[in-house]
């Protein structure tokens, strides 16, 4: 089966850095688009960065310049490099992986807490 499985959450001060990782399996990894989104307590799931099957990335506005998204085909895995982290960015982060709008599939999350 499908499953998508994050690590690297926590609690970091801010200005700080974390780097999530998002490993796959069960799918076709390379003909994914993947992305990483995030929920706040009390708001919606947002999107904060993804990458294109071809290698193509957007971000979020409030995260552009201290994110940085990156995949790697050959291990089935996705980062996140966060710095300058702040603490509106504490939120539980979600890997999602979608393909040909059809299939679409979420991790569990990890969370993440910017906090001094």
């Known amino acids: 089966q499908v499953e998508l499985v994050e690590s690297g959450g926590g609690l970091v ?3 700080g850095s974390l780097r999530l990782s998002c490993a796959a399996s069960g799918i076709n ?3 994914f688009d993947m992305g990483w989104y995030r929920q706040a307590p009390g708001k919606q799931r947002e999107s904060v960065a993804r990458i294109s099957s071809g290698g193509t ?3 979020a506005k409030a995260v552009n310049g201290r994110f940085t998204i990156s995949r790697d085909n050959a291990k089935n895995t996705v980062l996140l490099q966060a710095s300058g982290l702040k603490p509106d960015d504490t939120a539980v982060y979600y890997c999602n992986a979608a ?7 979420w991790g569990q999350g990890t969370q993440v807490t910017v906090s001094s």
């Open 29 to 31: 990894f390379r003909v």
């Open 57 to 59: 990335t957007t971000y």
């Open 13 to 15: 001060q801010p200005g």
């Open 99 to 105: 393909a040909w709008g059809a299939f679409d599939y």
